[in-house]
């Protein structure tokens, strides 16, 4: 089976610190996305890649930044924390560039930024 | 723009009893479709999927759901409800996977 693997489940942070979350899959997925969930609005997408060093804005990027610089690994990095950047952070991959097979998603990282 | 909405945000059925989840999207052309499920403290599971042919898709864990073209729709059932089931459900619509909001199932002994 695909591994989806987000090195933290929880994580504290204090406003302004600068929070990396990291992703890693295991079946040499082109594609990988992160996403906030947050109760009522479900998953939104804040960036996806479908190679090595590229990048896309998805809904909701402001705030964030990303780093794809291996196939295996994507980064997610909060410049300065703030407190309205609590929430759960999902990542997910897949082979083909349109998902049509769907997505394998990590456990989350529930981050709470104080 | 592509878009999905479920209408419930919350359901309680009882063990055994049948399911109806409701998704609705907007969407310009025939839409990939998805509904996915999260159990607490996990990420998101593929249940199904649609992207042409026979309308009425059958799943994972007993779950089926049917493309309806004339309603927008694309409900998710299930003819027997057992306790695992409890989780949230999302509905998925389009190439770049918008999610609706979700709705979370109870399942009362």
């Known amino acids: 089976d695909v591994k989806v693997t987000q090195s933290s489940r929880y994580l504290v942070k204090r406003t302004g610190e600068k929070v990396f979350l990291e992703c890693v899959q295991d079946?040499?997925?082109?594609?990988m996305f992160w996403y906030r969930q947050d109760p009522g609005l479900g998953l939104r997408l804040i960036y996806f890649s479908y190679d090595v060093k590229m990048k896309e804005k998805g809904d909701i990027p402001e705030g964030y930044s990303v780093s794809r610089e291996k196939k295996e690994r994507f980064s997610l990095i909060l410049e300065s924390a703030s407190t309205n950047q609590t929430s759960m952070y999902l990542c997910a991959s897949s082979y083909f560039r349109w998902s049509d097979y769907g997505y394998t998603f990590g456990s989350g990282t529930r981050l709470t930024v104080v | 723009a592509q878009s999905v909405t479920q209408p419930d945000i919350h359901i309680t059925v009882s063990e055994g009893a049948s399911l109806e989840l409701r998704c609705n999207y907007s969407?310009?052309?025939?839409?990939?479709l998805f509904w996915y499920v999260q159990s607490p403290g996990q990420g998101l599971q593929l249940l199904l999927k649609y992207f042409s042919g026979d309308t009425l898709v059958q799943g994972i864990k007993g779950f089926e759901a049917e493309f309806k073209r004339s309603q927008s729709s694309f409900n998710l059932r299930k003819p027997s409800v057992h306790w695992s089931d409890a989780a949230e459900y999302f509905c998925a619509v389009g190439s770049d996977m918008r999610f609706g909001a979700g709705t979370r199932l109870t399942v009362k002994p």
């Open positions: 079946m040499d997925h082109e594609n």
């Open positions: 969407y310009g052309a025939t839409p990939y």
